[in-house]
């Protein structure tokens, strides 16, 4: 999520709020008034069933959910690079040796996390086509070419993880007391730039090498970098799906819709949660120092000095109380940012475009994940 720009003040958070009220208090009043008005006796009963499941969606209901059906099928395509590689099931051996010097499960975590990410997709395009609205379909933007290594299918991507810059500010802003939508800003754990986060060939990264800890030559160094920089994406992604979903919430209309926005949320926050323990072990004995001699990107034991303290302790996993609301009432353990302008549709596909993810792409796919996310962010409840 960005964290430039300006911030919007508690207070103008409340007067939004309250217009945002009075508004829902007069679309009711109209609502009234048009079904009187309008309907002739034995309409309703005329209306087809989907008619009136489609009629209990709001536009802005449709446009969330059909943004974030987009967001899902970006991350299916990004998860399912990483698990045909890295996966319980991966093909690229000494890329899931350097995962697993992170965690042994980290196999299995990233198969489970792909199915999850299949599973919002699937199940989000398919709420929509039972409600009579249009699901989203990205396939003519899959051109973006497959890692060469051991492992990759050869097949049309929509993302790229082949040379990104990860925004690893999410570790100190969840370390942190103060809070992005108050306008504070964080500084990055490690500088990942230009980084790839998978094997891109095997002549970079032989797929049958050892990775021993510490490694012990230049291809091993390389491949643990890379792994390292996955695991610090892993947590960037879903730490972003995490804010996305509990800001969409906010704007949206139908009971039915917010139990779906809020269910698939939480499970985005539990996928951050672990990834953000793993994570931390790039950073900490015994796996700490490894640099890429490629990139010179460094992974240092951030429990040590200059590191070390509440900023980047690896260990303090659990998010820090932070401000809320308010500044004038107590910190409090949550998701953030959680504003529009921090953490909404557009700001999740400018975070995405800042890691790299769509270089390459046509100008027609901005165009169309632009026109999704300012749908999304138009919306309001009703
Ligand atoms: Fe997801
Ligand atoms: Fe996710």
């Given at each position: ?57 709001t536009?802005?209901?449709?446009a969330?959910l ?23 099931a ?12 992170l ?35 990205l ?40 809070n ?8 990055q ?63 949206v ?8 926005v ?44 200059p ?38 549709a ?37």
């Amino acid at each position: 999520m960005t964290e430039q720009g300006p911030i919007p003040q508690p207070e103008d958070v409340d007067r939004l709020w309250s217009r945002v009220v009075g508004r829902r208090a007069f679309l009711r009043g109209a609502g009234a008034t048009a079904g009187v008005a309008v309907l002739p006796a034995g309409a309703a009963r005329a209306a087809t069933a989907s008619a009136a499941r489609r009629a209990r969606l709001t536009r802005g209901d449709i446009a969330i959910l059909r943004f974030l059906a987009a967001a899902e099928l970006i991350e299916v395509d990004l998860w399912q690079q990483y698990a045909e590689l890295g996966g319980v099931a991966g093909g690229n051996p000494a890329y899931i040796a350097a995962l697993e010097n992170l965690d042994g499960d980290m196999p299995q975590y990233i198969s489970d996390n792909t199915d999850d990410e299949v599973s919002h997709a699937q199940f989000l395009n398919a709420y929509l086509a039972s409600m009579g609205a249009q699901p989203v379909n990205l396939d003519a933007f899959r051109t973006l070419p497959s890692s060469k290594a051991t492992g990759a299918r050869q097949i049309g991507r929509l993302t790229n993880l082949q040379r990104n810059t990860v925004d690893t500010s999410w570790y100190t802003r969840y370390r942190s007391r103060r809070n992005p939508d108050f306008g504070a800003s964080f500084p990055q754990a490690v500088n990942i730039r230009d980084e790839p986060l998978i094997p891109i060939s095997d002549a970079d990264t032989p797929p049958n090498q050892g990775q021993p800890v510490p490694p012990t030559n230049g291809q091993q160094r390389r491949m643990q970098a890379i792994a390292n920089s996955a695991g610090f994406h892993f947590a960037f992604i879903e730490q972003g799906g995490s804010s996305l979903y509990t800001t969409l919430s906010l704007m949206v209309t139908s009971l039915e819709v917010l139990r779906i926005v809020v269910s698939i949320g939480g499970v985005e926050v539990n996928h951050f949660a672990v990834w953000h323990d793993k994570a931390g072990n790039a950073v900490n004995d015994p796996l700490a120092g490894v640099t890429d001699p490629e990139t010179g990107v460094t992974f240092p034991n951030l429990n040590r000095p200059p590191f070390g303290g509440e900023l980047f302790q690896t260990n303090l996993i659990m998010p820090e109380p932070t401000q809320f609301i308010r500044r004038n009432l107590p910190l409090c353990s949550v998701i953030r940012p959680s504003s529009r302008q921090n953490a909404g549709a557009l700001a999740a596909v400018n975070a995405l475009t800042a890691d790299g993810l769509f270089n390459g792409q046509s100008p027609r796919f901005f165009r169309a994940a632009r026109a999704l996310a300012i749908a999304a962010d138009a919306a309001r409840r009703v």
